[in-house]
């Protein structure tokens, strides 16, 4: 109300009576604060360090998180970090992650706006497969990753990527470019496609692996 109408509203009262004049505002709901992603994903991560339940860990050098927009509405999902991920605390940035880059662009998609992560977050010693034992108590941080980013769509990058988010083996060869339902939350789709390194061992596989890109920024657009 307008301060001046608010006085001689007031002086009317008292002039009919009224000692006191309680004014209170009309209701409202408790505003709800929105949820800073980027903190939770620092909880969770300094959760991983105190509990140290990777099993990985004990033999790298610690933890390799995910870097990325945490709003973004899809998250790439490797196997491990490797060597230079290792030294550097940061997922992707070996020839792998460099290729990776590349290709991102080429299709309209920046690597600071898309959310990279991988399965396993202690490199494997000689960069080795995961076992499932490795990959089973990294798993459930994975889980709590997505859960926490929300993403309309998880880019399996490789096998083992593809077994940690849908729980079986697809040959990546076969289902390269083919679509599922997160299991932990159907809203959101699983796309297959190569990892970065194995392209970079098959230069023939960078032609589809450039149009499995084109397809995922598709995906996102159509969420």
Do not use: W
């Not at 000692?19 to 909880?43: C, F, N, Q, S, W």
């Not at 060869?173 to 997160?182: H, S």
């Amino acid at each position: 109300m307008n301060p001046r109408k608010l006085i001689a509203t007031a002086r009317a009262l008292r002039e009919l009576g009224f000692g006191e004049v309680y004014i209170t505002e009309g209701h409202k709901e408790p505003v709800k604060e929105k949820e800073d992603k980027a903190e939770l994903l620092r909880k969770l991560y300094k959760q991983m360090e105190e509990e140290r339940k990777c099993i990985l860990y004990e033999g790298a050098s610690g933890y390799v998180f995910g870097e990325g927009d945490p709003n973004s509405p899809v998250v790439f999902i490797g196997e491990a970090p490797g060597e230079e991920e290792d030294k550097l605390k940061r997922p992707f940035v070996g020839r792998a992650g460099q290729y990776l880059n590349i290709k991102l662009e080429q299709v309209g998609l920046k690597r600071e706006k898309v959310y990279i992560t991988n399965v396993v977050k202690s490199r494997p010693p000689g960069n080795r497969t995961p076992t499932r034992e490795e990959m089973m108590t990294c798993l459930p941080y994975l889980r709590k990753e997505i859960e926490i980013i929300k993403p309309k769509l998880l880019v399996c990058l490789g096998s083992t990527a593809i077994k940690g988010i849908l729980g079986k083996e697809y040959p990546i060869t076969k289902y390269r470019g083919q679509i599922f339902p997160y299991p932990y939350n159907p809203s959101i789709k699983v796309f297959l496609t190569y990892h970065p390194a194995y392209v970079l061992r098959n230069p023939s596989a960078d032609k589809e692996f450039t149009e499995d890109l084109k397809k995922v920024v598709q995906l996102i657009s159509q969420a």
